[in-house]
């Protein structure tokens, strides 16, 4: 016999239950088992399905469980379960503090609040409401005596079961966190458990994620990645998320992936195992996407990754603080002393308006700029008034994997600009002059703690450094990412008046990544079209593809029993990289995406720009936190120097520039995955 949990990993139970299944030998009776927590016996929690044995076992106690089973004439079970409280943690560390409970904001599905907090966890009464979607489109509370209104719509799910379109949402709070959990189901049938299915559901998850992080701080959050969306939702699919899945609530993909750990858990238990989830999110979502499908497989299946980067501490954070310090330099260092063009050549962005842009964003980094509004004053940092406050920045935040600094108490800080020639590019192209290459490397500087501008270039600490690669805080790609299907869509935002965050090339960094990691990036699409549907919008016939094409790509893995990699031969033949065209009428061009503009068909449609590290000469992975030194090349800038503007190259340089052909400064592999700490 062999005992294996359904609803979450042996060490990662949480809430003191677990969904179980007991597979039996041939030849032995159903009725002669026993199975018992710690010698208590639960066989009562169990019932027959299929050729085993499936119950709900609860009463676990926080720590170490033991179930065993036996039966006459077969070899005993036994599993070891590791039990968490509800309110976490369960890998993610100590609980951040303070933490802002949000309770009584958040609103229901039926625009009630919760209300107060129980507990100083932020817990409330886990609640069920019936919502129903109207012959006008629009969704509103069941009547309380669950009488079908007249204008009660009906829907056909993909598994071709036609239902009342009545949606069941259960809210509750996991992990300190609001979750939402919503499928067709209508109360006048049983409620649903793992063995009585609602006839609505097509027996797939979709998981959203939210996106954010100038936000994202010591707050539980007044909203979930949104669980009501009709064209999910009537095509009969589950939806789940939590407040600590938007990163305009939680800006650190480690507790968010315990988060998504648990509420799933939640779900299984409920309702059943899902056939597959699929991870949906755009921008602080893609981050999300992409970090626990890598790090904690087996939460996710597939993936459909909007406005995507790899990860926020490093392909983020360092565009956006390249970009402080060129708007620093430019604006209070050196104003007038560069043209817009040159600028905007300098930073590899599609418009000059994007410097401004991201360099707000490099507030993120800064432990004051994004508390107010989130936490009281009295709580928060002050390097004089209140230099014990809680610290906003992304460091600070994944302290439990960045150690602190035993001088300062702050958290060890990854973030490294030494070396790094600003404007190399931009040199060797005869953009600017070497006096100006030279004016702006000079006087570009670094940050301190406070991310207060210094004259010094910033010098990563390298145990912080080498906890972000060994933990996946870096993407690495390839753990769970390895063999799962990716589709990476784009609503192009590079050229936005104004300017924006979202750049294509973070899409090639990730594919750069695959292919370092695994020699290939096969299971990887990227689909490109205009902005006009608003960046991450079911309402654009290309993403609403995209969900069809994911479900039909995990459908065919699932049926294949096959030896060997699966993933790249289960996808479908249509599903290629593509764009559309930007006219009124937009058609679509098959062609692999590739980086750069004006070489392809896509690439002259939708131009893929670059950034300060990459004019700097950084390989496109973006993967090195800190990079070796070499000595100066006279030959490596494409114009002659003079022995003055030379001997003050060095000056700049006293220790060497950048060797971006060599691995950083303690890169390393992933240590593996489901990591605890």
């Known amino acids: 016999m062999t005992l294996t949990v359904l609803s979450s990993r042996p060490q990662a139970v949480s809430a003191h239950d677990a969904l179980i299944r007991l597979e039996l030998p041939r030849g032995v009776p159903a009725a002669k088992v026993r199975v018992k927590r710690d010698g208590t016996d639960v066989t009562g929690s169990f019932l027959r399905v299929g050729a085993g044995l499936e119950g709900l076992v609860t009463g676990l106690r926080t720590g170490r469980n033991v179930l065993t089973a036996t039966a006459p004439g077969a070899r005993s079970a036994r599993l070891v379960l590791d039990d968490h409280p509800v309110t976490g943690p369960v890998f993610s560390g100590p609980h951040e503090q303070p933490f802002i409970c949000d309770t009584a904001a958040f609103t229901t599905v039926t625009g009630d609040k919760l209300g107060p907090p129980a507990d100083s966890d932020c817990s409330v009464a886990t609640r069920v409401d ?6 006008a489109g629009k969704f509103v509370p069941l009547p309380a005596d669950e009488t079908r209104p007249a204008d009660l719509a009906w829907t056909t799910t993909s598994a071709g079961q036609r239902v009342p379109y009545i949606v069941r949402v259960e809210t509750g709070t996991i992990n300190r966190a609001v979750y939402e959990l919503s499928m067709l189901a209508d109360p006048a049938a049983q409620p649903p458990d793992p063995w009585r299915r609602s006839p609505g559901w097509n027996g797939r998850l979709i998981y959203t994620f939210g996106g954010g992080c100038t936000g994202g701080w010591y707050v539980q959050g007044r909203n979930t990645g949104s669980v009501m969306d009709d064209r999910m939702l009537r095509q009969g699919y589950a939806v789940a998320s939590s407040s600590l899945n938007v990163f ?24 059943g195992a899902p056939a597959f989830t699929i991870g949906w999110g755009c921008s602080g979502g893609s981050y999300q996407t992409h970090q626990i499908g890598d790090n ?46 040159q600028q905007q050549a300098i930073s590899g962005f599609g418009r000059w308006e994007s410097i401004a842009n991201l360099a707000a964003g490099g507030g993120r980094i800064d432990p004051r700029i994004f508390c107010p509004g989130q936490l ?3 709580l928060r940092y002050h390097p004089e008034t209140n230099p014990t406050g809680a610290r906003c ?12 600094d035993p001088r300062t108490g702050f958290a060890r800080r990854p973030l490294d600009n030494t070396g790094i020639q ?32 210094v004259t010094e270039r910033t010098k990563a600490d390298l145990a912080a450094t080498r906890a972000a690669y060994r933990s996946g805080r870096l993407l690495n790609a390839g753990a769970g990412l390895a063999s799962m299907p990716m589709i990476d869509y784009r609503a192009y935002t590079d050229d936005a008046p104004g300017g924006d965050i979202h750049m294509r090339f973070h899409s090639f960094a990730t594919r750069e990544r695959l292919l370092k990691a695994n020699g290939t990036y096969a299971n990887q699409v990227m689909l490109v079209e205009d902005n006009r549907y608003g960046g991450f919008s079911l309402s654009s016939p290309v993403l609403m593809e995209a969900l069809t094409r994911m479900d039909q790509w995990l459908t065919a893995i699932a049926a294949d029993h096959g030896p060997g990699p699966k993933v790249v031969r289960n996808k479908p033949q249509d599903l290629t990289d593509a764009c559309w065209t930007r006219d009124a009428t937009p058609r679509k061009i098959t062609e692999p995406q590739v980086a750069g503009s004006g070489t392809t068909t896509c690439n002259t449609l939708y131009p893929v720009w670059t950034s300060p590290r990459l004019v700097a000469g950084s390989p496109m992975a973006g993967d090195i936190v800190k990079c ?8 490596a800038y494409g114009t002659p120097l003079t022995r003055p503007q030379l001997d003050r190259l060095k000056r700049i340089f006293p220790q060497g520039v950048c060797d971006w052909s060599k691995p950083g400064i303690q890169q390393q592999p992933l240590a593996g995955t489901w990591q605890s700490f």
């Open 248 to 271: 305009g609530n939680n800006c650190n993909d480690l507790l968010a992936a315990e988060s998504a750990s648990m509420v799933k858990e939640r779900f299984v238990e409920a309702y």
């Open 422 to 453: 600003y404007g190399l590019g931009s040199l060797r192209d005869k953009t600017i002059t070497v006096d100006q290459f030279l004016d702006l490397n000079e006087g570009i500087g670094g940050f301190d703690a406070d991310a207060n501008h």
């Open 296 to 341: 904690y497989p087996g939460l996710l299946d597939g993936i459909v990754s909007g406005c995507s980067f790899p990860e926020v501490g490093f392909a983020t954070v360092n565009a956006i603080t390249d970009a402080r310090l060129l708007d620093h330099y430019f604006r209070e260092v050196a104003p007038g002393a560069f043209s817009q063009e």
């Open 628 to 635: 070796h030194l070499r000595p100066l090349d006279p030959a």
């Open 376 to 378: 009281p004053a009295p």
């Open 130 to 135: 019936h919502v129903y979607r109207t012959t």
């Open 393 to 404: 920045d992304v460091y600070d935040h994944t302290v439990n994997v960045y150690g602190r």
